[in-house]
T-cell receptor, first 112, second 119 residues
Framework: DQQVKQNSPSLSVQEGRISILNCDYT??????FLWYKKYPAEGPTFLIS?????DKNEDGRFTVFLNKSAKHLSLHIVPSQPGDSAVYFC???????????FGTGTRLTVIP | GAVVSQHPSWVICKSGTSVKIECRSL??????MFWYRQFPKQSLMLMAT?????????EQGVEKDKFLINHASLTLSTLTVTSAHPEDSSFYIC???????????????FGPGTRLTVL
């Protein structure tokens, strides 16, 4: 079964508003989480990450929140811009392991 | 939910040898599979797109004679790194799309990746 889940396949947000993308995971051994942004015909580009020792990491307009007890992380984009329109994947890994587990992606559309 | 597996999860080989990596969709038929390579700063570079029964489409700059991709069935794609060299050492990830009649490749199911180390 999927160890990392993104239950919303799509999200539409008005320009200037906040975009919130959600991700859930099942493996409590995961200790490092990443968000990727993907444009068509390209590979996912690394956006932001968070270690399990933190509950928040901020980089400009992008903030990732981690709730370990709920096994949930979210990506906040504020303010949203039309150029943010893309597919966003969350991913998780277990320190020392070779694996990187991805969610299935959420397509974000920012409406001008 | 859909599961994609990769085998092996890690491999160490000598320079000049060939390595085959398998990508399997375990519970759905994947009409399209993608192969990625992870670079420093963790972004993934799309190497090629393969559709079952046809030749893979390689991205610019990816040597098709070096990275052989075979998508022989709807559940299996293989990537063979031929005559591997240390610079080929990387993390290779596959993904599969097209399960359950989904026409869009927005929804991709990723494998857990294969760590290749070439000595």
């Amino acid at each position: 079964d999927q160890q990392v889940k993104q239950n919303s396949p799509s999200l539409s947000v008005q320009e200037g508003r906040i975009s919130i993308l959600n991700c859930d995971y099942t493996n409590s051994m995961f200790d490092y989480f990443l968000w990727y942004k993907k444009y068509p015909a390209e590979g996912p580009t690394f956006l932001i990450s968070i270690s399990s020792i933190k509950d928040k990491n901020e980089d400009g307009r992008f903030t990732v929140f981690l709730n370990k007890s709920a096994k949930h992380l979210s990506l906040h984009i504020v303010p949203s811009q039309p150029g943010d329109s893309a597919v966003y994947f969350c991913a998780a890994s277990d320190k020392g392991a070779n694996n990187l587990f991805f969610g299935t992606g959420t397509r974000l559309t920012v409406i001008p | 939910g859909a599961v994609v597996s990769q085998h092996p999860s890690w491999v160490i080989c000598k320079s000049g040898t060939s390595v085959k990596i398998e990508c399997r969709s375990l519970d759905f038929q994947a009409t399209t599979m993608f192969w990625y390579r992870q670079f420093p700063k963790q972004s993934l570079m799309l190497m090629a797109t393969s559709n079952e029964g046809s030749k893979a489409t390689y991205e610019q700059g990816v040597e098709k004679d070096k990275f052989l991709i075979n998508h022989a069935s709807l559940t299996l794609s293989t990537l063979t790194v031929t005559s591997a060299h240390p610079e080929d050492s990387s993390f290779y990830i596959c993904s599969a799309a097209g399960g359950w009649g989904e026409p869009s490749t927005d929804t991709q199911y990723f494998g857990p990746g294969t760590r290749l180390t070439v000595l």
